[in-house]
């Protein structure tokens, strides 16, 4: 049993007539069945949640229609990938060979210069592009590259297709059909699959193999303990993802890149959106650098950016530097405390005036009834400062912004001291 692969790829359906779900598209008369059975296949995107067939519905189609099947994931592959497979598109076609499908998993991961380079064999008709995605593609894949394919949208699969599957492993697979297994809540099971069949079936094979005997019983109480103590889990939009992107936070605010570049890995290898681990490292560098280290928004802005231009996977490299030095500069809440304070003020006070010096005095009345009078412009004044008062005239002396201990923002308290005196005496 242990040299057979998993329950979830035992039990991958060969043909249209086995595949679950996806009536929309598949079934008797459907769109997606009729051009398959017709034989006019465009490129297409398949967008849907994980779990309900994306992967097997394009080696389906392939093997429905007798053509070569290159499979690459938007993860792990990059140009060079792409390239390499084209040209193997492009010697089929001149041999006069059946051209192939190619399937990327994750199209939405690829960069912009890596869905350019899909372009020119996909306008030629050299490969057959099925790209699936779990993000809406009108915002993840560029506008050249999906003009030119067909949209279909893949369904959460219903608990009557998730339990059909159960009941079609008990019956069919090699292992399986050996046991006598009665479940007796199925609950347990659904939850923790969220709908994704393969993780359904990844699951069932866990439990299964939990037990010595021929005889199973699962109940929800069963199934939890079991999967509790046997598997971890990285689900992308479940419990665990919090629990993770909550210690990797948490690493780097406590100066520990060794956890944070664990962390890091873990969401790595379970699949995250490298942009999502970028945009909470941009929170990260002002909620909790700051001041402290201003060039750290400014590396973790620049981390952003490259992702967007490089992909995956030679963006794991960008996202460990940027990890690392964030995990290693000084601390600074501040700014945080600070934008808090003035909005809790903001609530407690309500709309104050706003002191008429500061005022705006775009016409000759407003400038008659006082606005902008005894303004006092900065630059006018030697080291282009002068003391006037800038808050509302109730919350004059009010003290909202206390710098951190630091280097930055400890020269920023002197300066401070130096050019308001008392006003801002820490």
């Not at 809790?344 to 407003?366: C, E, S, Y």
Request: glycine share 8%; net charge neutral; charged share 20%.
């Amino acid at each position: 049993m242990n040299n057979l692969p998993p329950l979830a790829e035992r039990m991958r359906p060969k043909s249209l007539d086995d595949y679950v779900g996806q009536k929309h598209l598949v079934g008797p008369g459907a769109v997606l069945r009729k051009a398959i059975e017709g034989g006019t296949l465009p490129s297409m995107l398949f967008w849907g949640p994980p779990g309900v067939g994306k992967t097997t519905l394009a080696y389906i189609i392939s093997q429905s229609l007798s053509r070569p099947f290159f499979s690459l994931s938007a993860i792990n592959s990059g140009v060079k990938d792409v390239r390499e497979v084209i040209e193997k598109a492009s010697i089929m076609k001149r041999q006069g060979d059946v051209l192939p499908i190619l399937f990327i998993d994750e199209i939405h991961r690829f960069s912009k210069s890596q869905q350019d380079s899909l372009l020119g064999a996909v306008e030629r008709g050299i490969v057959t592009l099925i790209g699936a995605t779990t993000e809406n593609p009108s915002f993840e894949v560029i506008s050249a590259l999906l003009s030119r394919c067909q949209v279909y949208i893949l369904q959460h699969l219903s608990e009557d297709d998730l339990l059909g599957l159960l009941e079609k492993a008990q019956k069919e697979d090699v292992v399986l059909k050996e046991k006598n297994i009665s479940i007796k809540e199925h609950e347990a099971l659904l939850r923790l699959s969220g709908g994704d069949a393969r993780k359904l079936l990844n699951i069932f094979e866990l439990l299964i193999n939990a037990f010595d005997t021929k005889d199973i019983e699962l109940t929800n109480e069963v199934v939890l303990q079991h999967v509790q103590q046997n598997m971890a889990l990285y689900d992308k939009t479940g419990e665990q993802h919090y629990d993770i992107i909550s210690a990797f936070i948490k690493s780097m605010r406590g100066s520990d890149p060794n956890g944070a570049v664990y962390w890091l890995a873990r969401m790595i290898a379970g699949g995250e959106d490298p942009l999502f681990i970028a945009r909470r490292m941009l929170i990260l560098a002002s909620e909790d650098i700051g001041n402290a280290n201003p060039n750290a928004l400014l590396l973790a802005q620049s981390c952003f950016n490259a992702i967007q231009v490089i992909g995956m996977p030679e963006s794991q490299l960008i996202l460990s530097q940027t990890v690392i030095y964030l995990a290693t500069s000084a601390k600074s809440n501040s700014a945080t405390t600070a934008i808090g304070a003035a909005l809790a003020l903001v609530k407690q006070t309500g709309d104050l005036p706003v002191p008429l010096h500061l005022r705006n005095a775009p016409t000759k009345l407003m400038k008659n009834i006082g606005y902008g009078k005894d303004y006092k412009y900065a630059h006018s004044y030697e080291g282009n400062f002068t003391d006037q008062d800038f808050l509302p005239e109730a919350l004059r002396g009010t003290k909202i912004y206390e710098p951190g201990n630091n280097p930055k923002e400890n020269e920023s308290k002197e300066k401070l001291k130096r050019l308001w005196g008392t006003r801002y005496n820490y």
